[in-house]
């Protein structure tokens, strides 16, 4: 049923008035992403981002956009005249020198082009120490791409993925939106397997979510691939655009494409915080309690 109404509400959201489609896809088009417009194929930005109801003037919190900010390079000209772009990236002073790496990087990709990034802001985002990464209640939309198994992983299972969702609810509006794109495990796989595979069960994201105060709005299957079996030997790093087995099977694993992707819309009610804090002291079994 909810799969169904992911699939109603989602073609709801693709009458869109014709100037902000032509708006985006003018972005989306720029030449400024002809290295990045490769993987269009498989990350669907116009269908993501109509999907997520994602307007130019709204304030919008990219997470870890990465050392390149695939999505940045769509977001902040399409919001540089009347919304806010928040950069949510790896906290500067942390352990991780991929971490420091990779910010300085983005950082310096923005830098390297004011016309298009100067008004972005870059905030820390690193859970459960980095949270406080814009003021409470003032985000029409939170984004995250791809990002949820690196807070489970490595031992910070729910708690750390809990954190984050936590943090993404105090920064909403009331009636705000958190867009979820992440490399689906089947539900049939063992929840072990998301520890090491970089895959989550779409159920156990739904779950965590709720368990924050958000409620399930729609689910889409744009970003899905059926290609993908997920049963590879370095996990979703086997497919591109990592390929971390380098020339070995590079054309099978190339011809699969990128991972099968779930793609969530969940809201932040329209209620009080003091709700949403009672929900979240509930207890509730996940998908590592079963």
């Known amino acids: 049923m909810l799969r169904i109404l992911g699939i109603l509400l989602f073609s709801?959201?693709?009458?869109?008035?014709?100037?902000?489609a032509d708006s985006l896809n003018s972005v989306i088009k720029s030449p400024h992403?002809?290295?990045?417009?490769q993987r269009d194929e498989y990350r669907h930005p116009l269908e993501?981002?109509?999907?997520?109801?994602?307007?130019?003037?709204?304030?919008?919190?990219?997470?870890?956009?990465?050392?390149?900010?695939?999505?940045?390079?769509?977001l902040a000209p399409y919001l540089r005249d009347q919304g806010k772009l928040y950069a949510a990236q790896f906290n500067a002073d942390s352990e991780s020198a991929f971490y420091r790496n990779s910010r300085a990087k983005f950082e310096a990709k923005l830098q390297s082009d004011p016309e298009l990034y100067s008004k972005v802001s870059v905030v820390s985002f690193n859970p459960p120490t980095h949270v406080d990464f814009a003021p409470e209640g003032s985000a029409d939309r939170i984004l995250t791409f791809r990002s949820i198994h690196n807070w489970y992983m490595r031992g910070g299972g729910d708690e750390r993925v809990l954190a984050a969702f936590s943090a993404f609810y105090k920064a909403?509006?009331?009636g705000g939106i958190l867009g979820v794109v992440e490399h689906r495990l089947p539900e049939a796989r063992p929840s072990s397997d998301q520890e090491g595979s970089g895959y989550m069960h779409e159920s156990y994201v739904i779950n965590l979510a709720q368990r924050a105060g958000f409620k399930l709005l729609a689910q889409s299957n744009i970003n899905a691939n059926s290609k993908d079996s997920t049963l590879h030997p370095e996990g979703v790093w086997t497919l591109p655009p990592t390929l971390r087995l380098g020339d070995k099977q590079r054309s099978h694993y190339a011809s699969i494409g990128e991972s099968d992707r779930m793609t969530l819309k969940l809201i932040k009610?329209?209620?009080?915080?003091?709700?949403?804090?009672?929900?979240?002291?509930?207890?509730?079994?996940?998908?590592?309690?079963k």
């Open 33 to 37: 992403r002809e290295v990045s417009a």
């Open 48 to 74: 993501t981002i109509t999907f997520f109801d994602i307007q130019p003037n709204m304030t919008v919190v990219e997470i870890w956009p990465g050392s390149g900010g695939w999505y940045t390079e769509i």
């Open 172 to 174: 909403l509006k009331p």
């Open 269 to 289: 009610p329209e209620s009080s915080i003091a709700d949403a804090k009672n929900s979240m002291t509930t207890s509730q079994p996940t998908a590592m309690d």
């Open 12 to 20: 709801a959201t693709l009458t869109v008035e014709p100037a902000l």
